[in-house]
């Protein structure tokens, strides 16, 4: 049965009785004020669900996010949209409860120090040790890709170190947001100047530039990326095979102690030994020595 606000009115009054909400002051017809006790009802169902950790410092940031949605489905409170929102069976306003609130500033060549570590060190080391044992299958992931610069960013990279030898090489890519906002972005490939500012020029052939200025990746790299939502936290590793490169910058900052600790066992399963796992700067590992070895700023090796 498709849902209507008439609906969803009826289960509320069926289902929501006997639970007393504090709910959302309206100080003026234009903004919806959130409560307290609502910010720590969207806290522990966004933390069970995703593993992303939100304080009461993030209040005024959750208010303003928000206010579009509860307008355009005729919400007067935040408590009737929670329970909206944990209603909603199939998941989909909990989605986009989550690219309402997810933060997808990147940009192409971001902490640049990574891809020299990678050019110049990582991927001749890897590909000499896969040629020593006749494979060709290099396997990296993307997690957390947002809106896919950094992930394009790598494709570019392996296609510039194999040259005329990059067809030899298995050496897809994959990149995994939580984001169905993010990801259509990424997909789509069309980038403003200030997000490719910092690319090397030589990287610019693999854009054309569009009739409204902006920049449109070229098929050669997006290709080579398959796009894909995937939960950190929630979902099943399915992983057939282990990747020899992840990267995953910039997540982790959102994940509370205990998130962080299960994402980086996952992560050390996930990898082969002796793989790399790059991390944004304001991240680290030192309690998981036990699992990986420090090798530079954010940069880490299996054991």
Known sequence: MKMNQNNITEIYN????????????????????????????????IYNKTGIK???????????????????????????????????????????????????????????DHFEFLINIVLPEITEFLKNNNLNDLRIWCAGCSTGEEAYTLAMILLEFFGDKYFYWKAGLLATDI?????????????????????????????SKLSDGKWLISEKVRVEVEFRRFNLINDNFPFKKPFHIIFCRNVMIYFDFNSRKKLIKEFRNTLIQGGYLFVGHSESLFNEQDLFKYIKPAVYRSN
């Open 54 to 112: 939100l304080d009461n410092k993030k209040k005024e940031f959750f208010n303003g996010r928000l206010q579009k949605r509860l307008k355009d489905l005729n919400f007067k409170n935040f408590s009737d949209y929670y329970k909206y929102v944990i209603l909603d069976l199939s998941g989909q306003e909990l989605s986009n409860l989550v690219d309402l609130i997810a933060t997808n500033h990147t940009y192409f060549n971001r902490e640049k």
């Open 14 to 45: 069926s289902n929501f009785n006997n639970v007393n909400f504090q709910t959302s002051k309206i100080l003026n017809t234009d903004f919806i004020f959130i409560t307290d006790l609502e910010l720590s009802m969207f806290s522990n169902l």
């Open 179 to 207: 984001s169905e906002k993010a990801l259509k972005i990424a997909k789509h490939g069309v980038y403003s100047d200030e997000q490719l500012e910092k690319l090397p020029l030589n990287y610019r052939k693999y854009f």
